[in-house]
């Protein structure tokens, strides 16, 4: 599966951002979708996941409210709608695919997945 990210760029602290990750696989819809994001400086971190049929999400706490996943089969494409941007949401996101339709707890690591996108870099000023 080849993931294609887009729509970072740069955004003042409580402004909107909407990313996008389009799939090259036909079998999207096999695929529980994640987004990570990675700051200058620390370690790559889960942001947010959604099952194949977008009938369930989950967050890292600290973004819940102001981070929405979600997907459109049809487009082969997962989104992230981020609102309330702070400096410390500016990192890399990459979208990230796992071939599986069972939510679990390695959802929430890098090593559950197997497949990754280039990233996309989120810059929030202040």
């Known amino acids: 599966v080849q993931l294609q990210a887009s729509g970072g760029g740069l955004v003042q602290a409580g402004g909107s951002l909407r990313l996008s990750c389009t799939a090259s696989e036909r079998t999207f819809i096999s695929y529980i979708m994640a987004w990570f994001r990675q700051a200058p400086g620390k370690e790559r971190e889960f942001v947010a996941a959604i099952t194949p049929s977008g009938g369930n999400t989950y967050y890292q706490d600290s973004m819940k409210g102001r981070f929405t996943i979600s997907r459109d089969n049809a487009k082969n494409s997962v989104y992230l709608h981020m609102t309330s941007l702070k400096p410390d949401d500016t990192a890399v996101y990459y979208c990230?695919?796992?071939?599986?339709?069972?939510?679990?707890?390695?959802?929430?690591?890098?090593?559950?997945?197997?497949?990754w996108g280039q990233g996309t870099l989120v810059t929030v000023s202040s």
């Open positions: 990230a695919a796992r071939r599986s339709s069972t939510a679990s707890s390695s959802m929430y690591v890098q090593a559950g997945y197997a497949y």
